[in-house]
């Protein structure tokens, strides 16, 4: 067993052997966070029609190693965070900053975060992140207040 407090993480990209621990991370994740701002029917459906593996995509991931263990995964398409995500006892280890800074050191700019998330909304505004707007989220058929939120460069560097 690994442990969380006395570990060395590798920062790389995704690949398929990584598969099943990417999408029983995405799953617990998502149920941990949607899972009390949906109702039954809509976790029930999450899981039965397997809403995670149909929109898995390990090309476009970043993940977070420690032994050969993914502890945490980052997803960026066309400079847009669309998953992060860290295993509950990894959490607090600055994983998810480092997964945060590095995809946006390769072009992430922009997140949605639930309106509900909370935590998640403290964490992105002290990563530098701020509120752009607020949209909706369809979560399962369920619309879910959310938050645009955004990140320039710093001033005299070019995107």
């Known amino acids: 067993m690994i442990d969380p407090l006395n570990f060395d993480c590798v920062f790389r990209p995704a690949n398929y052997s990584d598969y099943e621990c990417l999408h029983g991370l995405l799953s617990s994740c998502w149920m941990e966070t949607y899972g009390r701002q949906v109702s039954r029917k809509i976790a029930r459906r999450f899981t039965k029609e397997d809403c995670v593996g149909e929109h898995l ?3 476009t991931i970043q ?5 050969g263990q993914v502890v945490g995964l980052i997803n960026q398409t066309d400079g847009c965070i669309t998953a992060l995500n860290v295993a509950k006892e990894f959490r607090r280890n600055k994983i998810g900053f480092s997964l945060l800074h590095n995809a946006y050191m390769l072009g992430g700019r922009r997140l949605s ?9 403290r964490f992105y505004e002290q990563c ?11 979560v399962c058929g369920r619309k ?14 070019a995107d």
């Open 113 to 121: 975060v639930g309106a509900f998330n909370a935590s998640a909304i």
């Open 63 to 67: 993940v977070a190693d420690v032994d």
């Open 57 to 59: 995509r390990v090309g």
């Open 144 to 157: 879910v207040a959310a938050f645009l939120m955004v990140r320039k460069l710093p001033r005299g560097l």
């Open 128 to 138: 530098g992140w701020r509120k752009a707007g607020g949209i909706y989220e369809d």
